[in-house]
């Protein structure tokens, strides 16, 4: 079974400033990982995911994600912050097999960004 | 496209009230999925239907139950409401296959309903 792990249950920036939100995973098989963003009061959407290859994924507005094997990470990273990425993060994994419930969330962390 | 579209936005039932979450997609997926999320959990699954005609138990099935009515259709129902149920509620799609749901696959969610329970 596979879990995720998000430390930080609130990041607090200012704006222009560069922001890192941790993910750590397990899982006793190979992954894929993704992250996906909540904006206030909608749906979640898919910010980038990695399914192979190149270790460094870029996403939608300015995000990129680091895939690490040996530490069991993707961190989401962007350089420098605006008001508008104010949102929840999601981190999740799933399996190389069918669905099942392969599928996790972890528990999100909220990114407030301030002026 | 529309995309996910769940009705309604909001309810609010009183103890042992029963009521049905209505999701439609039309992106012609073939997996669609229940979520409930509460804070500090994030979203977890309660049933799933990898393809048309199939359904299966998530991580939190029980007191929900599901049909696949077609497609494009995929409701939730809570038979007895109990406030433990208090929660918001989306409804996902993704492409998937005619045999079941890819673990690549992006999901493409709703705007979600957000039930409270009396």
């Known amino acids: 079974a596979q879990s995720v792990t998000q430390l930080d249950s609130q990041v607090p920036v200012f704006e222009e400033a560069p922001v890192e939100l941790r993910c750590n995973y397990s899982?006793?098989?190979?992954?894929?990982l993704f992250w996906y963003v909540q904006y206030p009061n909608q749906g979640l959407q898919l910010l980038l995911k990695y399914l192979s290859g190149s270790t460094l994924v870029k996403g939608i507005n300015g995000f990129e994600a680091e895939f690490n094997k040996s530490q069991t990470s993707f961190h989401l990273r962007k350089p420098s912050v605006h008001i508008s990425d104010t949102a929840e993060y999601f981190c999740a994994v799933s399996g190389p097999d069918n669905y099942g419930q392969n599928f996790v969330f972890g528990p999100g962390t909220r990114l407030s960004v301030l002026p | 496209n529309a995309g996910v579209t769940q009705t309604p936005k909001f309810q609010v039932l009183k103890t042992g009230q029963s009521m049905t979450l209505q999701c439609a997609q039309d992106m012609n997926h073939n997996s669609m999925y229940w979520y409930r999320q509460d804070p500090g959990m994030g979203l977890r699954l309660i049933y799933y239907?990898?393809?048309?005609?199939?359904?299966d138990k998530g991580e939190v099935p029980n007191g929900y139950n599901v049909s696949r009515l077609n497609k494009r259709e995929f409701s939730l129902r809570l038979e007895s409401a109990a406030p433990s149920q208090t929660s918001v509620y989306f409804c996902?799609?993704?492409?998937?296959?005619?045999?079941?749901?890819?673990?690549?696959?992006?999901?493409?969610f709703g705007p979600g309903t957000r039930l409270t329970v009396l």
């Open positions: 996902a799609s993704s492409a998937g296959t005619s045999g079941g749901a890819l673990g690549t696959d992006t999901q493409y």
């Open positions: 239907s990898a393809s048309e005609g199939t359904t």
């Open positions: 899982s006793s098989v190979s992954v894929y």
